[in-house]
């Protein structure tokens, strides 16, 4: 009896110490367990799901003892799960190299490298760029610049809070309503077109180290219903305090979620406030009679000198202090809600680059008594937040892109990459006609010998648009 007890108690034991092991993303040895736990190893390592942060109306209040554990609760299995991510990557690129010089292929150096497939690394954010700035080549420049804010006030999340919850410690709850937001803004601009027909259109979700998440879009409209004059900018975008009498609520959403500031002499201390006491926003605006074009490529709203002051934050404002919105989106959707028009191509990239300039990151060192040694010490690393955290649980995408953008090999003649297995020998690599082959020489080689391609003269962007690349087979062949 005591022997199979001490039995039964190493076997706990190990049960227990090796489950540790496996949540804890700072051990090595979460391939080193025992078989009879492989179940839970595969439940830990998968994507979470979205059952994983749910907070059901069974729960215990007391689940989450404060709003810095809640937070824990949501960035900790995420940030596994991107760990898990990049580890994957790694590992898989251990028997893969980029590169033949030397006669056997094991003896090649390698590069380990964050692919592209892996969201919100810096290859997937310089693509996401190049694909909307082949969308402007294709379509035009954008037309409208719109930014939406998630409002921790809205009723949907206000009436799933517990008693003894706040808005802050419920980032599952937050990023489900404002998913589902976007989503409702999304079908306003491509299927009720309130803008106009959109010819393109693409948004990316930010999360900022304080305060919810938001959103940019960028629509590109048809050609019929560009905007091509100042005139035109006064249907959908607005800079001025509307009527309190005749347009009682919008007027209250326009001070509630409108107003900028106050800042500069107002409130010196304003977080908008640059290093040569000026707000980097440029508040507050000039007055304008009417709207036109400004010298920096932006346009100069309509921001009439009424005399009309509100009192926002202590300090009353007239219209300089306005932040442009369109009337109708402010009212539907009751949160934070700038747009801007797109006026000129030489904002086009500082937009693109701005929407696209990924993620949050801190820089941080780490010093060693014995030596001091500032480039190997320095670190990059993400800041992730319980809202993206959430969010990204949940699976929810933080970009998308209408149309899609199909991606097309550009290299020198015979210096394509080329991918292959340690085990192989160089002999057999460059015996492989395939490897010769890739979506650039084959369109040079369609277009020598493919009837239809010599008599339709496509160039190489235009050839995806009637022939079908096979990666299987190397080959282009026809729609």
Sequence with gaps: MLLQRRTKELERQKWNSSIKSTIDPDEKVIYQCYPMIRKHIALIIREPSS???????NHDVNTFSSSFDKGKNVAHPFSVFERGSTSRASKGQQNLFPDATGKE????????????????????????????????????????????????????????LLSTDETQNRPDLVSRVFRGKVEELKADILKKNIFGKVAAFMYTIEFQKRGPPHAHFLIILTCEYKLLAPESYDKFVCAELPDCNTEEHLYSRVLQHMMHGPCVDLNPTNSCMGKRGLCKFNYPKDFAEQTSK????????????TGKLVHIREQYLNNSWDVPYNPYLLCKFDCHMNIEVCSDIKVVKYIYKYICKGHDKIAFCIHNNNEIDEIKEYRSARWVTPPEAAWRLFGFPISEMTPTVYHLQLHLEGQQFVSFKSSETVNRILNNPMIRKTMLTEFFAMNRTNEHAIAMQLLYKEFPEHFVWS?????????
């Design 294 to 305: 400004g010298k920096n490529s932006y346009p100069i709203y309509r921001r009439r000198s």
């Design 471 to 479: 990666p299987g087979y190397r080959t282009w062949t026809r729609r």
């Design 105 to 160: 292929a094991s003896k090649i150096g390698k590069k380990t490298f964050l692919p592209v497939t892996f969201i919100g690394g810096p290859r997937d954010m310089r693509r996401r760029y190049m694909d909307v700035i082949a969308l402007v080549q294709r379509f035009g420049k954008p037309d409208i610049f719109l930014t939406m804010t998630c409002n921790p006030s809205w009723p949907e999340i206000k009436q799933h």
């Design 51 to 57: 059952a994983d942060v749910q907070v059901g109306s």
